[in-house]
């Protein structure tokens, strides 16, 4: 009697979804995603619903991930919310310089998914909302004026270094948004 030892279809299909999702888009054809995933259609159907579905779950599993980034990057910066906060954009321009960056699957996704209805933007809404909080509490640490205002403000850098990062690749967005979230954390 011999035992399986690798990940099953569902594991498969996540990961090869995620993957080739972040690689390619969200638009990646479903006979792409079962050859990669090496399962039957059938598997799709049963665990995810249909490709929607794994595209949610995808999106889901990466921001409960992405989200521990932030808030690793913030705590290897210290306890001075301003440093911690500058850290994020440090970290950004780390990330855009990698040789497989492909952008942020966030904004890619909401782009891409013409459906309002579609359950990836739940799933990204939800993701912005938390990011928003970590950076609205630091700014409320930090004693800043308008902290919602703020991070509004730095969600918006970090979402146009992800951008710049992807469209126009060695432009050092990041270090730009850095100079101007000074700024923007200089408005208590």
Not at 28 to 34: K, P, R, T
């Amino acid at each position: 009697m011999t035992t399986r030892t690798g990940p099953g279809p569902r594991e498969r299909l996540l990961e090869a979804g995620r993957e080739l999702t972040y690689r390619q888009g969200v638009g990646i054809g479903v006979d792409a995603l079962l050859k990669a995933a090496n399962v039957a259609r059938r598997s799709l159907y049963e665990h995810f619903g249909g490709k929607d579905g794994l595209i949610a779950e995808v999106l889901r599993r990466s921001t409960s991930e992405d989200e521990e980034h932030y808030r690793q990057t913030m705590r290897s910066a210290g306890d001075d919310p301003r440093a911690r906060l500058l850290a994020v954009f440090d970290r950004l321009a780390e990330i855009v310089d990698e040789p497989d960056f492909r952008g942020c699957r966030y904004l890619a996704a909401d782009l891409a998914l013409t459906d309002p209805g579609h359950p990836g933007h739940a799933v990204t809404r939800d993701y912005r909302e938390r990011v928003h909080r970590l950076l609205e509490d630091e700014l409320i640490r930090l004693g800043h004026a308008e902290p919602a205002v703020a991070a509004d403000q730095l969600l918006l850098l970090i979402d146009g270094v992800m951008a710049a990062g992807a469209t126009r690749p060695r432009t050092r967005p990041a270090a730009s948004a850095r100079r101007l979230a000074e700024h923007v954390l200089d408005g208590r």
